[in-house]
């Protein structure tokens, strides 16, 4: 089954990540990346849970869990096991709501027509406790292995930093400290710097 087949099942995790058609850029200005983020919360944080972000100037990649119980709404109604009510088919639409939303004031702002993000947007399982780590460091690593930046944990559009501060937040804050058992337990695995460069699971065309 190839990833962007794979079903999305209430109570499973999943990586979810894509980028801008033939490679084009999704993020011009600071104001697109907190416009993505905003919408991204009104279509999706009633469906799924997050984990992690990392949005990039052409592609962006997601940590979510799909909500054991969806909200029902006139949109869907109720949640069934197969067919359009179907959770997999009921999430896909909200990314494609998002997507939709995202492109048509992109393209307003930036005078261009048509599609902006590739279709079908990507998922893959996360299986293990060990893949759940190794996606968390990849997503958050991301800018620096593609050079967006030479220390990952400066960039401004990822997850990273919203872990360890106070502030109010739509992530699973405390669920991924307690994953690891506190803030600095955190820092100091993501200070350790695997190298995911060569595995050919990891990797997204740009």
Known sequence: MQQHETPLEP???????????NGANLFVREENYRFFLQK???????????FAYCLLKNHFHLMI?????????ANFGKVESTGLHHTNHIVSRQFARLFSCYTQSFNKAYGRTGGLFES?????????EAYFN?????IHANPQL???????TDYPHSSYHSHLLSLNTRLRREE???WFGNAAAYRHFHSQNPDFRTDEAWVIEL
Do not use: Q
């Open 40 to 50: 991204y919360v009104l279509y999706l944080s009633d469906y799924v849970d997050t």
């Open 11 to 21: 109570g499973k995790t999943y990586h979810i990540y894509n980028r801008g058609i």
């Open 146 to 152: 593609h050079g967006f930046t030479t220390d990952f």
């Open 134 to 138: 190794r996606l968390l460091f990849y």
């Open 65 to 73: 869990r799909v909500k054991e119980t969806l909200i029902t709404d």
């Open 176 to 178: 991924v400290l307690a």
């Open 120 to 128: 079908p947007f990507k998922r893959k399982e996360v299986t293990s």
